[in-house]
């Protein structure tokens, strides 16, 4: 089984700046199957960036993803308010499974 | 618009069965173009996929779950089930259908049920 792992844990930023959240996996990645998701309070996860880095329909293109094999990750170019949430890696292999990181949490500083 | 409605009993007693229901609409649960999947979120903690199953009846779990897991689809309801057997306190969870079209995503996500293990 594929380990994600996740960071920073908690990212302290402002609107307006740059966030870069990583994640790494155990064993390299299929066909770079990994998916990035945005969660808020009380809310289903929304799906982000799916093969590594294609945006999802009506994901802004401040989004992006990026990486391959083991190292992955999340760029946001300049957080807008809406952008405080948590975010989930996600990683799709060969035999079917699947596992998410612990995520990182994007908090106002 | 395709669109997921988790349904469950919200409560169930340790050691019991639960069982979750997920109903689609906006597409058929016999498409070729999709697969569906079970993830749980324990309150305050992260995202845990249970399983999934694909055109044909083809399933995949997560294998810690394994042994007290069976997903199944309805073709006549135009659902997907999830049942869990054994359940303690630690299967205490938001339960999430969701659906993928490829690349190992899940795109559209159900809002959700909350499932409660007590006596």
């Known amino acids: 089984e594929i380990v994600l792992t996740q960071s920073p844990g908690t990212l302290s930023l402002s609107p307006g700046e740059r966030a870069t959240l990583s994640c790494r996996a155990s064993?390299?990645?299929?066909?770079?199957?990994l998916a990035w998701y945005q969660q808020k309070p009380g809310q289903a996860p929304r799906l982000l960036i799916y093969?590594?880095?294609s945006r999802a329909t009506g994901i802004p293109d401040r989004f992006s993803g990026s990486g391959s094999g083991t190292d992955f990750t999340l760029t946001i170019r300049r957080l807008e308010p809406e952008d405080f949430a948590v975010y989930y890696c996600?990683?799709?292999?060969?035999?079917?499974?699947?596992?998410f990181g612990p995520g990182t949490k994007v908090d106002i500083k | 618009q395709l669109q997921l409605q988790e349904s469950g009993p919200g409560l169930v007693k340790p050691s019991e069965t639960l069982s979750l229901t997920c109903a689609v609409s906006g597409a058929s649960i016999s498409s070729t173009d999709y697969y569906w999947g079970w993830i749980r979120q324990p309150p305050g903690k992260g995202l845990e996929w249970i399983g999934s199953i694909y055109y044909g009846g083809s399933t995949y779990y997560n294998p810690s779950l394994k042994s007290r897991v069976t997903i199944s689809v309805d073709t006549s309801k135009n659902q997907f089930s999830l049942k869990l057997s054994s359940v303690t306190a630690a299967d205490t969870a938001v339960y999430y259908c969701?659906?993928?079209?490829?690349?190992?995503?899940?795109?559209?996500w159900g809002q959700g049920t909350m499932l409660t293990v007590s006596s």
């Open positions: 064993q390299s990645v299929t066909s770079s199957y």
């Open positions: 969701a659906i993928s079209s490829g690349w190992g995503a899940f795109d559209i």
């Open positions: 093969g590594a880095s």
């Open positions: 996600q990683q799709y292999g060969s035999s079917g499974g699947v596992t």
